[in-house]
């Protein structure tokens, strides 16, 4: 069975940073494409970021260009998002998915975790 | 980006009713266009990739249809539990992007 595992949220002022952590388990990590995607409270979804199962393609939405950074560690079967210089509109419920890609960085996602809470705020 | 417009973004219906649910991008997007459903303060679940397969385990009271720019999600006779917010999204681009959603609720 598939399995994802957020943590890391919390309450953070604006500039802070913060590292979300996604721990996968029920699949072949490692050859598995893998994003992050967020909901702001009350709000639609918005696709944040994706990594290859190598970790050699790396994709970033507009919105956190610059701030953000994926990555994973496919010996331990999770999959990292590095936030910094936080924004109150990055105040949001943080998924990670696991992504079928279709091509470089494009696809569906299949399964996702339950969600982790960055908050925003001063 | 590849903006993408569902509508309606809110549709009240009965149980055993026939419901569509349109969502439209600003380019086209070829069959590049999935569907997912969210219940309250759960994560989205997938219900239809490349616009017309249905996956897994989803009922099939579930379709999509579309190319191009202009895709539907159909559930053909309502049940208690397809009351949710329903999202498409475009994956032809690699910034991927959704819908606003739309929220189906009960009569």
């Known amino acids: 069975e598939v399995q994802l595992l957020e943590s890391g949220g919390g309450l953070v002022q604006p500039g802070e940073s913060l590292r979300l952590s996604c721990a996968a388990s029920g699949f072949t990590f490692r050859t598995q494409a893998m994003t992050w995607v967020r909901q702001a409270p009350g709000k639609g979804l918005e696709w944040v970021s994706g990594t290859s199962g190598r970790a050699d393609s790396t994709y970033y939405a507009d919105s956190v260009k610059g701030r953000f950074s994926i990555s994973r560690d496919n010996s331990k079967n999770t999959l990292y998002l590095q936030m910094s210089s936080l924004r109150a509109e990055d105040t949001a419920v943080y998924y990670c998915?696991?992504?079928?890609?279709?091509?470089?960085?494009?696809?569906?996602?299949?399964?996702w975790g339950q969600g982790t809470l960055v908050t925003v705020s001063s | 980006d590849i903006q993408m417009t569902q509508s309606p973004s809110s549709l009240s219906a009965s149980v055993g009713d026939r419901v569509t649910i349109t969502c439209r991008a600003s380019q086209s997007i070829s069959s590049s266009l999935n569907w997912y459903q969210q219940k309250p303060a759960k994560a989205p679940k997938l219900l239809i990739y490349a616009a017309s397969s249905l996956q897994s385990g989803v009922p099939s009271r579930f379709s999509g249809s579309g190319s191009g720019t202009d895709f539907t999600l159909t559930i053909s006779s309502l049940q208690p539990e397809d009351f949710a917010t329903y999202y498409c999204q475009q994956s032809y681009s690699t910034s991927m992007t959704f819908g606003q959603g739309t929220r189906l609720e009960i009569k």
């Open positions: 998915a696991k992504l079928i890609e279709f091509s470089s960085g494009r696809g569906y996602f299949d399964y």
